[in-house]
């Protein structure tokens, strides 16, 4: 299962039925689950973990040291999830002491060619990130979440559950949940209302997050106001929790 020119360490951790493919390179802190795919020229390093049936395509690298000037050979993790596609070229780093120390990709993630994932990020389930979407360190990613082509996001921003970007956007403030957003600078574009059909959202559910995003967006009302407005409709509408509880939660404020 292994190609003769790759470079296992022996104290690496691979599930039995792991491939790994022609010249790749895995280090000595890395452990692997069954199922998983590693193509060819695909190098893994430091203390990487990586779930089941994982297909890792060429020229990737995970696992590298982060791309910041504190890193100071901290023992930071990566750990990758089960049933994830990773296209050509992508490159994911390991946390920093400065946060949680982990960089964390979920479950049936479709991430495409060129996708960077920084230091400390924190990627949801069931994503999809078109080719060279980039996330700076510190990114907080929902689930089912549609980044689209060359969308780069500022780090420390948070990224709602079933959103979807343009391609080309330019990400500074938080996004939240079930919203289309797209542009440079960024700006909201209505909800992805064919996104929760698919994924089972009722009509009403759909209304309701509707309403939502006008009060939030459409009424002229200030942040606050909006958020105290969508509060009292969330008595009413449960699937407004996450949008309740992402606008209490965000930092950098959202996009407007």
């Given at each position: 299962?292994?190609?003769?020119?790759?470079?296992?360490?022996?104290?690496?951790?691979?599930?039995?039925?792991?491939?790994?493919?022609?010249?790749?390179?895995?280090?000595?802190?890395?452990?692997?689950?069954?199922?998983?795919?590693?193509?060819?020229?695909?190098?893994?390093?430091?203390?990487?973990r990586i779930g089941r049936n994982n297909r890792i395509f060429?020229?990737?690298?995970?696992?590298?040291?982060?791309?910041?000037?504190?890193?100071?050979?901290?023992?930071?993790?990566?750990?990758?999830?089960?049933?994830?596609?990773?296209?050509?070229?992508?490159?994911?780093?390991?946390?920093?002491?400065?946060?949680?120390?982990?960089?964390?990709?979920?479950?049936?993630?479709?991430?495409?060619?060129?996708?960077?994932?920084?230091?400390?990020?924190?990627?949801?389930?069931?994503?999809?990130?078109?080719?060279?979407?980039?996330?700076?360190?510190?990114?907080?990613?929902?689930?089912?979440?549609?980044?689209?082509?060359?969308?780069?996001?500022?780090?420390?921003?948070?990224?709602?559950?079933?959103?979807?970007?343009?391609?080309?956007?330019?990400?500074?403030?938080?996004?939240?949940?079930?919203?289309?957003?797209?542009?440079?600078?960024?700006?909201?574009?209505?909800?992805?209302?064919?996104?929760?059909?698919?994924?089972?959202?009722?009509?009403?559910?759909?209304?309701?997050?509707?309403?939502?995003?006008?009060?939030?967006?459409?009424s002229g009302m200030s942040l606050d106001d909006a958020k105290?407005?969508?509060?009292?409709?969330?008595?009413?509408?449960?699937?407004?929790?996450?949008l309740v509880e992402f606008l209490d939660a965000s930092q950098?404020?959202?996009?407007?």
């Open positions: 299962m292994h190609h003769p020119t790759s470079i296992i360490h022996q104290n690496a951790r691979l599930a039995d039925d792991v491939e790994v493919g022609a010249y790749s390179v895995i280090g000595e802190n890395v452990e692997i689950g069954p199922g998983t795919v590693i193509g060819p020229h695909v190098v893994i390093s430091g203390h990487t060429q020229f990737c690298s995970l696992g590298e040291i982060p791309q910041d000037k504190k890193y100071a050979n901290e023992p930071t993790r990566l750990e990758i999830g089960d049933h994830n596609t990773i296209r050509e070229f992508c490159t994911f780093n390991l946390g920093t002491a400065q946060d949680t120390g982990i960089t964390r990709l979920g479950n049936h993630n479709w991430i495409m060619a060129y996708v960077h994932l920084a230091h400390d990020c924190q990627v949801g389930d069931h994503t999809i990130f078109a080719n060279n979407s980039q996330l700076a360190g510190h990114v907080e990613v929902g689930d089912y979440a549609i980044l689209g082509g060359f969308t780069v996001v500022h780090q420390f921003v948070r990224i709602g559950a079933h959103i979807i970007t343009g391609m080309g956007t330019i990400l500074l403030q938080d996004v939240p949940p079930y919203v289309l957003a797209s542009g440079n600078p960024c700006a909201p574009h209505g909800i992805n209302s064919e996104g929760l059909k698919r994924r089972g959202f009722s009509s009403s559910a759909i209304m309701a997050i509707k309403r939502a995003y006008k009060t939030l967006y459409k105290a407005a969508i509060r009292t409709q969330h008595i009413e509408h449960a699937e407004l929790l996450p950098r404020g959202i996009i407007r």
